[in-house]
């Protein structure tokens, strides 16, 4: 069964910093794009970043509004992927999940998500 | 950046009824259009890709159509299990998704 499951989220105050996990399972992970997502009541869902496979040497790219303060990184050898969060701010509230995207076709499995709470 | 701005933001429909959904994009883009269903504290399941294409396993009543700049999803004999947020994302230029449309028991 295609799986991925978000870890680390909580409350942190404004200027902090959090680490969010994604590990998969039941699928070639090094070989799948992965896309962080996060959704709040006051923004919808809004696509945050994604990294893509060693093929296409981890190629990050993010939303203009997180960029320089996350980074998406992966280990392919523990299959997981990982969203590093800085400089907090309270506009980064949201639930945070992480996505397996089938290159040009699909986005086929979301994680459960987690949620992350910016709030002094 | 790609916009896409779904309508209505609500429905309300019996079952059994045929709904549509319309999303339009700020601009012409090739047919990477997707549609998801949410349920509340659940992830978004997808339902359609490529704009018309019908995830494995979804129910045939669910159906995409449109190209462009105008999409449809179309739920047909809608059922007690569809009341749900429906949700449009292009995914041809980064990613952007539609503000959402709940649809509601009538």
């Known amino acids: 069964e295609v799986q991925l499951v978000e870890s680390g989220g909580g409350l942190v105050q404004p200027g902090g910093s959090l680490k969010l996990s994604c590990a998969a399972s039941g699928f070639l992970f090094s070989d799948s794009p992965i896309h962080w997502v996060r959704q709040s009541s006051e923004k919808g869902l809004q696509w945050v970043g994604r990294?893509?496979?060693?093929?296409?040497?981890?190629?990050?790219a993010y939303t203009a509004s997180v960029e320089g303060r996350f980074t998406i990184s992966r280990d392919d050898s523990k299959n997981t992927a990982y969203l590093q969060m800085d400089s907090l701010r309270p506009e980064d509230t949201a639930v945070y999940y992480c996505?397996?995207?089938?290159?040009?076709?699909?986005?086929?499995?979301w994680g459960q998500g987690t949620l992350v709470t910016v709030a002094s | 950046d790609i916009q896409v701005t779904q309508s209505p933001s609500t429905l309300s429909a019996s079952v059994g009824d045929r709904v549509t959904i319309t999303c339009r994009a700020s601009e012409t883009f090739r047919n990477f259009l997707a549609w998801y269903q949410q349920k509340p504290g659940r992830a978004p399941k997808l339902l359609i890709y490529k704009a018309s294409i019908l995830e494995s396993g979804v129910p045939s009543r669910f159906s995409g159509s449109g190209s462009g700049t105008e999409f449809t999803l179309t739920i047909s004999n809608l059922q007690p299990e569809d009341f749900a947020t429906y949700y449009c994302?292009?995914?041809?230029?980064?990613?952007?998704f539609g503000q959402g449309t709940k649809v509601e028991i009538k």
């Open positions: 994302q292009q995914y041809s230029v980064y990613w952007t």
């Open positions: 990294i893509r496979n060693k093929r296409n040497n981890h190629a990050t």
């Open positions: 996505t397996r995207h089938l290159d040009g076709v699909k986005t086929d499995c």
